[in-house]
């Protein structure tokens, strides 16, 4: 790559070089960007520098070098140890530390008293994803959309982007929320390995059956959110509660013979039968997360 190509692309700075941090860094650096990066841990950071990187001293002077700052720390209380008493202003600050909606929202007015732009961002994705296009992995953004725009390119080194909205808050919301449903998967695939594991089932050979079968599942999340847009859970039931409680001593009975644990499974079938006992058989599943709602009892 040339100098004047090398020149052409945006410098910034990268706090925090652990797993993800590296590997954002080594994207952008590949891509040629000018990265400076800061770490806790100096050797951390150190490890970068042979691979073109600027080691910044401190956190304050990484911010200095550049006017574009990407933080990828602990957690959010890193990030304000981190940048107290650094001259934000003037500064456009990406923040992909992984926190709450709260925390986002809060962050941003946090940045923007001290006279910088700020987005949040969600990553979905591990490191070795990072820098590979082709593995599917992206990041969600959410506040500034001017900053966004004006760096979408550089963002989009290390990942896809997909910008979430104006709210700060969205993008760890959007993140949490997938998190949320990929850990019920998990729970719901150690149960099912968890049936298997003592009889002569080759979880090799059962693992294609259960993967099948959960992308076949998965068209249900388009239903679910047409019936909590519309209101209507009964219309076009095609397996209704009061079908799926039914087969909930079934599963319970099956758990029991294979001396299985149901705890990742009976907080699931408990909503489903308190939701048929108060009248709602004739409902899908789209009618349980109203059950959710905290506020309801509030």
């Known amino acids: 790559m040339t100098d004047t190509a090398v020149a052409s692309r945006t410098p910034l700075t990268l706090l925090g070089t652990g797993a ?6 080594r994207a952008w650096l590949a891509a040629g960007h000018p990265v400076t990066v800061w770490n806790r841990t100096p050797a951390r950071a150190r490890a970068l520098a042979a691979e073109g990187a600027t080691v910044a001293e401190s956190a304050a002077a990484a911010v200095e070098a550049n006017r574009l700052v990407v933080a990828c720390l602990l957690d959010d209380d890193s990030v304000g140890e981190a940048l107290d008493g650094t001259a934000l202003a003037g500064r456009d600050l990406v923040n992909l530390t992984t926190g709450t909606p709260g925390q986002g929202r809060t962050r941003a007015a946090w940045a923007e008293a001290r006279g910088a732009r700020f987005l949040d961002g969600g990553i979905m994705a591990v490191p070795p994803m990072i820098g590979a296009p082709e593995s599917g992995g992206y990041v969600f953004y959410s506040g500034s959309r001017e900053l966004f725009e004006e760096h979408r390119a550089t963002l989009a080194v290390p990942a896809g982007t997909r910008y979430a909205g104006t709210d700060p808050g969205f ?7 997938l998190l949320s449903a990929m850990n019920g998967m998990f729970a719901g695939v150690a149960h099912a390995f968890a049936l298997i594991r003592p009889e002569d089932v080759a979880p090799e050979d059962f693992a294609p059956l259960l993967a099948e079968w959960l992308t076949a599942m998965a068209h249900s999340v388009h239903e679910t959110a047409g019936r909590l847009r519309s209101g209507d859970f009964t219309g076009n039931v095609v397996s209704s509660l009061a079908m799926q409680a039914a087969g909930i001593p079934t599963l319970l009975r099956t758990a029991e013979e294979q001396h299985v ?38």
């Open 261 to 298: 644990s149901p705890e990742l499974l009976a907080p699931y079938l408990e909503l489903m039968a308190g939701r048929v006992a108060q009248g709602h058989g004739d409902e899908d599943g789209a009618g349980l997360i109203g059950l959710l709602d905290l506020r309801r009892s509030a």
């Open 171 to 177: 993008a760890a919301l959007h993140d949490v929320a």
């Open 20 to 25: 993800m941090g590296s590997a954002l860094a």
